[in-house]
Structures are given as C-alpha cells and as structure tokens.
C-alpha cells in the first residue's frame, strides 16, 4: 500500500480514486487502525465524529461481551493489555472511517454532478456548432424537418454533422450502458436512434441564423412542458429540479433555471 505509514493519506488518496471509494476507504481504515493504532487517526478527523465518547464507550463493551461469549472466563484468554488495545483499535478505527466517509459522501456526491453538468454543457455546445454547419450549408437555417418533431430534426445532422450518439444524451439522465436501453458491442451503442436516448430539448423550428441571438434553441429535456418559463419545477430527467444547460442562436450556452425568454417553440423528444 503506497500510503500504509499514514493513516490520513491512504484515506484520502482512496476516497480520490472514486469509484466504490466508500467501501474501500473503510475496508483499508480498519486495516490502518488496527496496524498503526487508534492515535494515528489525525484528532481533528476524531473531534469531527459526533458521540466520541459514547462510541469509545459501546465499543469497549461490545469486546468485552464477545470475549466473554466466546469463553466465560475472560482471564484464561491469552490477551495481554497490548492485544486487548489492538482489538479495540481495529473496531473503533472501523466505526470512525465508517462514519467519515459518511460525511464526505456528499460532498463527493455534488463533485460528480458538477462534473456531469460539465459533460452535459460540452455536449451543447457540440450541437450548437452542428447547427451552424447544417445552418451553413443550408441557407442559414437550422434542422426542423417537415413535420417539426425533435427526432426528424435532429436526424438532420447524424450523417454529416453529429454522428456521435453520446453528445445527445445527458449524463444526468442515466443514459449509458445501464440505462437508457443503450446496448454496447465492441465499444459501440447498437440501439437505434429513439427519442427515449435523447436527454435535450429542441425549439428552433423555423429558425435560421438572423433570429434573436438571446432565443433558446436547444436545452436539457425536462418531465415538464419545455415552453414554461420554470420548465425544471418538478423534473424527473436530467439534472432534476436543479435546473439545467441552454443553447442560444448566438452559440453560447449557459446554466439556468428559469427561461428568459422561453423557448417558445420548444418541444422534448
């Protein structure tokens, strides 16, 4: 273990690996707290852990009731004072990482999600220079098939703008291999292009290149009607109630929660 001499860096670089970090951060706290001992947890990290006292307490007498079940008589057991501490150490260190990671759980949790509202702008803003490829090609207007649904719209600019699957989807919207009926062979999706993939809204309809730049063109799809001005209230896609990413006429693209003004022409996959 590259961090097996301190106690608080091998935590900490396990929690940064991500992953089931929570797991692991408490399998390799009781393994440290058992070999370096309970006084190598840093005190701030102990002072954090709400009841310490009490804890110290329950986890004294749970070693003593399960010695005392293995063999009624507690002093034949061959455990001097020094094993006696090293048992205590190894549940108490189990009981103070346990309930660290707890705690920092969320904030790890909220990490993720920024990150994925990262993906989810970049993804945006790779269908906004699509458009204005298509809209380039084509007279300055963007995508709207005849009969102005998402899907025909978008459809538009999958051969030679945007063939890249994953851009449509929202990485909040648990698109991926386990969602999304998304299936992977050989590193490809193989599922074909449905709207229930799709994580972003579309509203430039009839649309070209001289509209108002300020006009939302494309966003993160939403349970809602998509034209509302709080389009988010009550979400179950994308990044729920938080909000979500809009594209412009102008390019550019922006968190929001509230449309102004809304996209009028806007319509969910």
Same mark, same amino acid.
């Given at each position: 273990?590259?961090?097996?001499?301190?106690?608080?860096? /091998? =935590?900490?670089?396990?929690?940064?690996?991500?992953?089931?970090?929570a797991g692991r951060a408490a399998m390799i706290g009781a393994w440290l707290g058992a070999h370096l001992g309970v006084n190598a947890i840093p005190i701030e990290w102990q002072r954090?852990?709400?009841?310490?006292?009490?804890?110290?307490?329950?986890?004294?007498?749970?070693? !003593?009731?399960? &010695?005392?079940?293995?063999?009624?008589?507690?002093?034949?057991?061959?455990?001097?004072? /020094?094993?006696? /501490?090293?048992?205590?150490?190894?549940?108490?260190?189990?009981?103070?990482? *346990?309930?660290?990671?707890?705690?920092?759980?969320?904030? !790890?949790?909220?990490?993720?999600?920024?990150? @994925? @509202?990262?993906? %989810?702008? %970049?993804?945006?803003?790779? =269908?906004?220079?699509?458009? @204005?490829?298509?809209?380039?090609?084509?007279?300055?207007? !963007?995508?709207?098939?005849?009969?102005?649904? *998402? =899907?025909?719209?978008? /459809?538009?600019?999958?051969?030679?703008?945007?063939?890249?699957?994953?851009?449509?989807?929202?990485?909040?919207?648990?698109?991926?291999?386990?969602?999304?009926?998304?299936?992977?062979?050989?590193?490809?999706?193989?599922?074909?292009?449905? &709207?229930?993939?799709?994580?972003?809204?579309?509203?430039? !309809?009839?649309?070209?290149?001289?509209?108002?730049?300020?006009?939302? =063109?494309?966003?993160?799809?939403?349970?809602?009607?998509?034209?509302?001005?709080?389009?988010? *209230?009550?979400?179950?896609?994308?990044? &729920?109630?938080?909000?979500?990413?809009?594209?412009?006429?102008?390019?550019? *693209?922006?968190?929001? &929660?509230?449309f102004s003004p809304p996209m009028y022409r806007g319509k969910n996959p």
């Amino acid at each position: 273990m590259k961090h097996s001499d301190s106690f608080s860096e /091998a =935590i900490l670089a396990t929690i940064r690996a991500g992953g089931d970090n929570a797991g692991r951060a408490a399998m390799i706290g009781a393994w440290l707290g058992a070999h370096l001992g309970v006084n190598a947890i840093p005190i701030e990290w102990q002072r954090r852990l709400a009841n310490y006292d009490q804890i110290h307490q329950w986890v004294e007498r749970l070693v !003593f009731q399960a &010695k005392r079940r293995s063999n009624p008589n507690i002093e034949d057991l061959p455990s001097t004072p /020094a094993s006696k /501490a090293r048992l205590i150490q190894w549940t108490f260190a189990i009981v103070v990482i *346990v309930s660290l990671v707890g705690m920092c759980a969320p904030a !790890f949790s909220a990490a993720r999600e920024k990150a @994925r @509202r990262a993906s %989810c702008l %970049c993804n945006l803003k790779a =269908i906004g220079l699509s458009m @204005r490829l298509y809209s380039g090609d084509n007279h300055e207007w !963007f995508p709207c098939d005849a009969a102005w649904t *998402v =899907i025909g719209s978008y /459809a538009l600019m999958t051969n030679n703008y945007q063939t890249s699957l994953r851009t449509w989807l929202c990485p909040s919207d648990g698109c991926g291999p386990s969602g999304c009926s998304l299936n992977l062979v050989g590193g490809k999706v193989q599922n074909p292009f449905i &709207k229930t993939n799709f994580g972003y809204a579309y509203g430039a !309809f009839g649309l070209n290149e001289s509209t108002q730049p300020d006009t939302p =063109i494309v966003c993160d799809r939403a349970s809602g009607d998509i034209r509302s001005v709080t389009p988010y *209230v009550g979400n179950k896609r994308t990044h &729920k109630e938080d909000g979500g990413n809009e594209l412009f006429v102008d390019g550019h *693209v922006a968190w929001t &929660k509230t449309f102004s003004p809304p996209m009028y022409r806007g319509k969910n996959p």
